[in-house]
């Protein structure tokens, strides 16, 4: 494996819909979390994972993640 038979760019509005189709087929991050956490003002107890939550954290250039794609021929 080389790296360029990956792409790496931000996650952002332009790559949200392809991480969140990641997150929902494997079932979340860790069980079904969407990973707030870290953002201590979004500390809240949800009983289902709330992934607009990210998207609006997302908006507001609070994440510092990156999707990185898998760009090889299957």
């Given at each position: 494996?080389?790296?360029?038979?990956?792409t790496i760019k931000p996650l952002?509005?332009?790559t949200?819909?392809?991480?969140?189709?990641?997150?929902?087929?494997n079932n979340?991050?860790?069980g079904g979390c969407w990973c707030v956490g870290m953002h201590p003002?979004?500390?809240t107890h949800l009983d289902a994972p709330e992934p607009h939550r990210e998207q609006k954290l997302?908006?507001?250039g609070k994440h510092r993640w990156?999707?990185?794609r898998d760009v090889a021929p299957a």
């Amino acid at each position: 494996m080389t790296i360029d038979q990956f792409t790496i760019k931000p996650l952002d509005m332009s790559t949200w819909n392809a991480f969140a189709r990641l997150v929902e087929a494997n079932n979340g991050i860790f069980g079904g979390c969407w990973c707030v956490g870290m953002h201590p003002e979004e500390r809240t107890h949800l009983d289902a994972p709330e992934p607009h939550r990210e998207q609006k954290l997302d908006r507001v250039g609070k994440h510092r993640w990156v999707v990185v794609r898998d760009v090889a021929p299957a």
